[in-house]
């Protein structure tokens, strides 16, 4: 199994936008529904953004209405874009599969909000 790759962390200020994106592997990736995850220092990872396999997504309170994620299955590639953010959502980002599989976490990309 080949890790994720994500990218396009950055340090954005308060009310930014940042568009993450994820190179993943597998030959059958556009069966599965994908996710991204993110973990804050001390706490633990948790998931913000679901995208199953043929388009219908899912976001949790916390990000519903700034975030969006899509998905193109002939690049193999998951996306998430953040709009309005604020200094709680500074995390590393990850994207997996859903539920997520133990042996398929990237090294993510750092996201940090501050002015």
């Known amino acids: 199994q080949v890790q994720p790759v994500e990218s396009g962390g950055a340090l954005v200020q308060p009310g930014g936008s940042l568009r993450l994106s994820c190179a993943a592997s597998g030959s059958s990736f556009s069966i599965y529904t994908m996710g991204w995850y993110r973990q804050a220092p001390g706490k633990q990872r948790e998931l913000v953004a679901v995208?199953?396999?043929?388009?219908?997504?899912n976001y949790p309170d916390s990000v519903k209405g700034r975030f969006t994620i899509s998905r193109d299955n002939a690049k193999k590639m998951v996306y998430l874009q953040m709009n309005s953010l604020k200094p709680e959502d500074t995390a590393v980002y990850y994207c997996?599969?859903?539920?997520?599989?133990?042996?398929?976490w990237g090294q993510g990309t750092q996201v940090t909000v501050s002015s």
């Open positions: 997996n599969r859903v539920p997520a599989l133990n042996n398929y």
């Open positions: 995208i199953s396999r043929d388009g219908p997504t």
